[in-house]
């Protein structure tokens, strides 16, 4: 689960105050040469790193999977395609389904000329399971044998997990159980490779601060290279001519430019000087959807925003006061009349589709009920209600404010609207340091398996605190089952459990709206917030 997503804030430097004619005066390296194919893409959040074992957020994977690759990619589209080969050519799978084995391409190669190898993935994994590393996403590699055991140090040899080194372009890897959905997960950009040699030059395997990421030190496996990094300002990248799928590559690079807020992306797009934004303002939509021809995408996601409730905080341990506040909310009028550009209302938590997923409760909204829970948890009409404080990332201030008025018009209560630049709203959640807090759910691949394993007892993802063992229980056995119907079966209960408990309150699906060039051609994303710059031409 991604905890924020890509519509956030962070300073632009010299852009900031900036003219739109302005922003050639900003210290950014020259713009290319007319005639180089040099794709232009607006880039909402500084990343926090471009380690692929380390990195949280979209906008870190947008330059991740540009520098780098794994053994399999997503396929572009909705979502239902299987991944498609990487770095391994092919893969097979062993009649009891625990064993795949990877057969990796002679032509892959790092961007210093070495060939990529499957010591290099052994290598990867090991250091993502590395306790002292603090992988945030150490969790998609737990369906390995021994993995889970030895990311917490109850197995200390690494040679006990089930990764095998057959020969440098054979990959072996052993599961706990059958797992379905396990191409899905290795397509996931934390499965992306490192470069061992170059980690280790610059420091050690799980030093957290390692700077072998940065322009001049990194070395990677993708289509493209790490040219330069300009805090808040851009990044950029370079055609990598020894990438294995380089006749595929029609970019001679890209440049990520930062933009603090979607008017000056916006006003950008129109003066020419960016070809892909991140999304599109909301009064300017109708605008466009009437431009003909129009350069609006829209791109259905899956992902839910949501409320993360603080269930070690009083008076949210009460579960019939989560249940109020969810109840009490309107969330058609949300998409509606706040919204407006397609999203649609939540009255679950798993996005529908994901992973073939399909809802079996839902949410059925109700204020006369919710007033009543309100009033049996011993806050009639809202009396006695402590004001508590509502955090977010900037982008969600105006749905905060609709809720913030449904609260008090239906259940006579305040609570205090702040906002955090993204990183600081992801810390205060990780540290328990809020009270209701706005989150993006964002898959790391196409399967709900991750979604609901972040929200069981004790994972790092579980932003609430919340701890229900029956739940935990249908999570686990869900992950191990290799039937679609019982694993369907299984997860359904969970989320019935999840909802009637209200850790969460789902408020909508998110809905992509961003402007593209007509100079731009194939395009390609998917529900994911994946890009794909393969076969991407500049006219």
Not at 367 to 379: H, K, N, Q, S, Y
């Amino acid at each position: 689960m991604i905890p924020v997503g890509p519509l956030r804030s962070l300073p632009l430097g010299c852009l900031l105050g900036a003219t739109l004619l302005g922003l050639a005066a900003c210290s950014r390296p020259s713009p290319p040469p007319a005639t180089e194919r040099v794709l232009r893409v607006s880039q909402r959040n500084e990343p926090a790193t471009l380690d692929p074992q380390l990195a949280t957020l979209p906008d870190e994977f947008f330059i991740i999977r540009a520098v780098g690759e794994g053994l399999l990619v997503p396929a572009p589209g909705s979502g239902d395609t299987p991944p498609l080969p990487g770095v391994a050519e092919s893969w097979t799978v062993s009649d009891d389904g625990c064993t795949y084995t990877f057969h990796l391409r002679a032509g892959a190669r790092w961007s210093n000329g070495d060939p990529v190898t499957a010591v290099d993935f052994a290598y990867s994994v090991q250091r993502a399971l590395t306790p002292a590393l603090g992988a945030p996403k150490a969790a998609l590699f737990f369906g390995l044998k021994h993995a889970a055991a030895y990311h917490a140090g109850r197995v200390t040899d690494f040679s006990a997990v089930g990764v095998r080194v057959i020969n440098p372009r054979t990959l072996q890897l052993e599961l706990e159980h059958p797992a379905a959905d396990f191409p899905v997960t290795v397509a996931s950009g934390p499965w992306i490779p490192v470069h061992r040699a170059t980690v280790e030059r610059f420091g050690a395997m799980d030093q957290r601060d390692n700077p072998w990421t940065k322009p001049g030190h990194h070395v990677g496996n993708g289509p493209f290279t790490l040219s330069g990094w300009l805090p808040a300002q851009e990044i950029a990248v370079r055609r990598h001519a020894g990438y294995w799928d380089s006749a595929r590559v029609k970019l001679d690079g890209i440049r990520f430019l930062v933009f603090d807020n979607g008017d000056t992306e916006e006003r950008a797009f129109r003066a020419g000087q960016v070809d892909v934004t991140m999304a599109v303002p909301f009064s300017k939509l109708a605008g466009y959807r009437a431009a003909q021809p129009s350069p609006l995408r829209t791109a259905p996601l899956h992902e839910t925003r949501y409320l993360a409730l603080n269930t070690e905080r009083a008076p949210l341990d009460l579960p019939a006061v989560r249940r109020a506040l969810s109840l009490a909310l309107d969330r058609s009028a949300l998409v509606e009349k706040v919204l407006q550009g397609g999203q649609h209302p939540a009255y679950s938590f798993l996005p529908p589709g994901l992973g073939g997923y399909q809802d079996a409760d839902r949410i059925t909204e109700d204020a006369a009920e919710a007033r009543r829970l309100l009033a049996e948890a011993g806050f009639p009409g809202g009396a006695g209600f402590p004001v508590l404080e509502v955090t977010s990332w900037w982008a969600s201030s105006a749905v905060l404010e609709a809720i913030q008025q449904m609260w008090r018009r239906e259940l006579g209560i305040e609570v205090t609207l702040a906002q955090r630049e993204a990183r600081a709203h992801l810390a205060a959640m990780a540290a328990g340091d809020y009270a209701i807090a706005f989150v993006t759910a964002i898959p790391d691949c196409n399967s709900v398996t991750d979604l609901l394993t972040d929200l069981t007892s004790g994972n790092p993802g579980n932003y609430p605190r919340w701890s229900n063992p029956d739940y935990d229980r249908l999570v686990t056995e869900g992950s191990r089952l290799n039937s679609a119907s019982n694993r369907l079966a299984a997860y359904q209960a969970a989320e019935r459990l999840l909802l009637a408990d209200s850790p969460v309150i789902p408020l909508y699906f998110n809905t992509q709206n961003f402007l593209v060039q007509p100079r731009v051609k194939v395009w390609q994303t998917d529900r994911l917030w994946t890009r794909f710059y393969k076969d991407v031409t500049l006219e």
